[in-house]
């Protein structure tokens, strides 16, 4: 795995580091989108989010680069800052797409991240990623700081839970059809992001039948 671009910067210390005001502000705009989305969760303070930030790596990917290769342990829980990564395992020379995140998302091998295995799952940039990753010693150091901080932890957690249970259900339960009609009421935007045969995969389709469902929506 070709290794992430990474700053040394913490980035709760941003406003005491001498930097020009474009760069400085460009930080400052990273720091308020995980602030928006943690507070989707529980309310911080900012004692307890200046911890928590403390605690991030702000890494960047270039296209094509895997965050984390099947076979490897999930070392980080990724946040998306910028860009989109696709999830995937290898059946039979065949690459079967089970995940898309993009920007204010989670991307993450979590049976590995939480068991310390190797992962079953690649991760892959498919555009140029930022990201703000935590690795499992330092999840278990919020654990430590605050109550709020492991009820933090157990929302996304569930969340991400009911997302993947959703997805899966809907895999078995709806036609090809139903599910290429219900995936572009929900993530058209990915219509423009992703190859069409990533998209097929996710869907558990032939390329050729989501290329008959696309031309039946022109």
């Known amino acids: 795995m070709s290794k992430a671009y990474t700053w040394d910067i913490k980035i709760c210390h941003l406003s005491n580091i001498l930097l020009p005001y474009k ?8 720091i308020d989108i995980v602030k928006s989305y943690l507070s989707n969760y529980v309310y911080l303070s900012d004692q307890e989010f200046t911890f928590l930030a403390s605690l991030f790596e702000l890494r960047n990917f270039e296209k094509k680069q895997k965050l984390v290769e099947e ?33 204010n998302e ?10 310390g295995e190797p992962s079953n799952f690649s991760v892959e940039a498919l555009e140029p990623m930022m990201v703000v ?7 278990e150091k919020l654990y430590e700081f605050s109550p709020k901080m492991e009820r933090l932890g157990r929302l996304i957690a569930t969340q991400e839970y009911l ?8 895999r078995v339960r709806l036609t090809s059809q ?9 993530n058209g935007y990915l219509l423009q992001r992703v190859p069409q045969k990533y998209l097929a995969s996710y869907l558990n389709m032939k390329p050729e039948t989501f290329s008959r469902l696309k031309h039946l929506i022109k």
């Open 133 to 139: 990753s935590i690795t499992m010693e330092n999840v």
């Open 178 to 186: 139903e599910r290429f009609i219900n995936f572009i009421r929900n």
């Open 106 to 115: 989670i991307i993450c091998c979590y049976d590995s991240f939480m068991s």
């Open 23 to 30: 760069v400085k502000q460009f930080f400052m705009d990273l």
């Open 71 to 103: 076979g490897q342990v999930e070392k980080y829980l990724n946040f998306i800052l910028q860009g989109l990564a696709r999830k995937y395992f290898i059946r039979k020379n065949e690459e079967m797409v089970m995940q898309f995140s993009r920007e």
């Open 163 to 170: 997302k993947k249970e959703s997805l899966e259900y809907n």
